[in-house]
């Protein structure tokens, strides 16, 4: 693709800053990235299901798709009584580290700065200027809003709209298969594995391992668990990590509290099916995340577009959060094209397409989380 004379400053570099980085890069956009944290991205989250809004959009960006994860054939539903219902059904299961390192090594190093917090966003005429705490600006013609759930640019556009706890938290954790025992790892093998109760459910599947490892045996078994806890009584405690301090939502690998994970593991014992229990038994270092709602009512203002998490926030049962970022980035990029790289045009059209299907999405996220068989968000606590 020819270069053109159009500038992009992404503020945010995790998936859904890349996924707009590597596209408008691939239709001649100068693009720089910046990213809140001083440090690399790499190992954070846990399992992604692969969709194809997430492989069209590595495929446009010249990224390679043959080797991102791993082939379930089908699925189990693990019942109370030890029977186990089964259901044909094939997906591809994926990592956050794969997609993130697969763009980031394609996006240059030059242009990916980390260290920059961003204070401020100032739009004037044809141009949007990136304003840091360290004191410096930079200008250019386009500025993608892609840095999740706490965005800046969110909330200096929309300071009113923030996410909401949703009464239900995700436990989660990464296991190497050498270190679950063969019983267990025969039933978590090349499927995906359900167990429901009530105001409950919890899954697992199998994941590539480290450096992105696909062969058996090297690989990762990857689980959610979705446990009720009340805002005001229970969840500051959940998320108050080993050190005392209070995390705004999520507590990462290594940082969870001694009390909160062992209350964690006793509340499996007691209440999961046995290849789960055994599954979080084998986990080093599990990790917690509040599952939130957002929706916003814009997405495009003038020179500006909120993409990914910044914009809306699906429950995790529609294991399309990643998805519904790359589907961001790509109608932005064909949208561009259409109308000759007139970002006005492009971003009315944009987001006239892109707004629904967001409300649509979250919506779709919030029946499943809320529905008759799991009630999320209801009912009793854990512990």
């Known amino acids: 693709m020819k270069s053109i004379d159009k500038r992009a400053i992404v ?5 859904a800053g890349l996924f707009s980085g590597t596209l408008l890069r691939s239709i001649g956009w100068q693009v720089d990235i910046y990213e809140r944290s001083a440090h690399d991205l790499d190992s954070r989250g846990g399992g992604v299901v692969l ?26 539903y693990l019942q109370k009584d030890g029977r186990i219902e089964k259901m044909a059904m094939r997906q591809t299961l994926t990592s956050w580290n794969i997609l993130y390192r697969s763009m980031r090594r394609h996006f240059p190093d030059e242009h990916y700065h980390q ?16 304003i840091f705490n360290d004191g410096s600006c930079e200008t250019g013609d386009l500025l993608i ?15 009113t709209y923030v996410p909401q706890y949703t009464g239900y938290v995700a436990y989660r954790g990464l296991i190497d298969e050498v270190d679950l025992a063969p019983a267990a790892a025969t039933i978590f093998t090349e ?3 359900f167990y429901d109760f009530p105001n409950s459910h919890i899954l697992a599947y199998v994941i590539p391992g480290e450096n ?18 009340d805002e005001e009584t229970e969840l500051p405690h959940v998320l108050t990590d080993k050190d005392g301090r209070q995390r705004a939502n999520s507590v990462p690998p290594g940082r969870m509290s001694a009390n909160v994970e062992q209350a964690m593991r006793s509340y499996a014992d007691l209440v ?14 599990p990790f917690v995340q509040s599952i939130l709602d957002l929706a916003v009512p814009q997405m495009a203002f003038d020179r500006i577009a909120l993409m990914g998490d910044a914009a809306f926030i699906p429950r995790p049962h529609t294991a399309a959060g990643t998805a519904k970022a790359a589907a961001n980035a790509i109608a932005l990029t064909e949208a561009l094209v259409d109308h000759e790289h007139d970002i006005p045009k492009a971003l009315q059209e ?3 397409n892109q707004l629904p299907q967001g409300m649509h999405l979250c919506e779709h996220g919030r029946n499943l989380g809320n529905n008759s068989q799991f009630s999320y968000g209801k009912g009793r606590t854990a512990g």
Do not use: C, H, M
């Not at 194809?52 to 791993?70: M, R």
């Open 350 to 352: 944009w987001e006239a």
């Open 212 to 229: 992105e490892s696909l062969v058996p045996g090297r690989r990762r078994f990857n689980w959610v668990w979705y446990v009720n806890y």
């Open 11 to 15: 503020i945010g570099g995790s998936l």
């Open 191 to 193: 499927r995906f594995v």
């Open 145 to 159: 809003g892609a840095d999740g759930p706490t965005s800046t640019v969110r909330q200096q556009l929309l300071p």
């Open 272 to 285: 999961l099916a046995t290849p789960f229990k055994a599954l979080i038994a084998a986990t080093k270092e």
């Open 51 to 76: 969709q194809a809004d997430v492989v069209t959009a590595l495929k446009k960006a010249g990224i390679a798709t043959d080797k991102l994860g791993v082939d379930a054939t089908e699925r189990y």
């Open 115 to 130: 260290g920059k917090v961003l204070e401020q966003v100032q739009s004037e005429g044809a141009k949007v200027t990136a």
